[in-house]
């Protein structure tokens, strides 16, 4: 089993991006298509502390089920937004990265090497053409 996993929509070039640069330091991630399989309920509230962040910073706010359901709005609390979160995954932003030195949501994509275990093994660009890291596996930004 993979020491890293990553919370994955395969339609979000963001997410698309840090697979490709989570394969590029060598390691095959567990994949969890978290539409599909999203997480328990401990399983969410955990990853949102590993992070150190708010529940609502997890929120993805351009996504119908945000404005339909009034979510700009702050009178939810947390265990409200978990649930949301919960019965409407594409809520959950994305990507959220796991790995042995911490858990991260990987937006921009390049935040992910910030948490990756091994260093990259050559040049690697985003799709849209974005250099990202050199032939040397070093960081461009």
Same mark, same amino acid.
């Given at each position: !089993? #993979?020491?890293? *996993?990553?919370?994955?929509?395969?339609?979000?070039?963001? #997410?698309?991006? *840090?697979?490709? !640069? +989570?394969?590029?330091?060598?390691?095959?991630?567990t994949v969890i298509h978290? =539409?599909?399989?999203?997480?328990?309920?401990?399983?969410?509230?955990?990853?949102?502390?590993?992070?150190? +962040? !708010?529940?609502?910073?997890?929120l993805r706010k351009n996504?119908?089920?945000?404005?339909?359901?009034?979510?700009?709005?702050?009178?939810?609390s947390d265990e409200q =937004?978990?649930? =949301?979160?919960?019965?409407?995954?594409?809520?959950?932003?994305?990507?959220?990265?796991? *790995?042995?030195?911490? *858990?991260?949501?990987?937006?921009? #994509?390049?935040?992910?090497?910030? +948490? =990756?275990?091994?260093?990259?093994?050559?040049?690697?660009?985003?799709?849209?053409?974005?250099?990202?890291?050199?032939?040397?596996?070093?960081?461009?930004?």
């Open positions: !089993m #993979s020491k890293i *996993t990553i919370y994955h929509n395969p339609a979000c070039g963001t #997410s698309r991006n *840090t697979l490709e !640069m +989570i394969r590029n330091s060598g390691t095959e991630p978290y =539409l599909e399989n999203p997480p328990s309920r401990d399983e969410l509230v955990k990853l949102v502390v590993d992070m150190g +962040i !708010m529940v609502r910073a997890l996504v119908e089920p945000y404005e339909k359901l009034g979510l700009a709005e702050d009178k939810f =937004l978990i649930d =949301l979160m919960l019965e409407h995954p594409i809520l959950i932003n994305r990507p959220i990265v796991v *790995t042995p030195l911490g *858990t991260r949501l990987c937006r921009p #994509s390049e935040v992910v090497l910030d +948490i =990756l275990p091994g260093d990259q093994k050559g040049a690697f660009a985003k799709e849209d053409g974005e250099k990202v890291i050199d032939v040397a596996g070093n960081r461009l930004k």
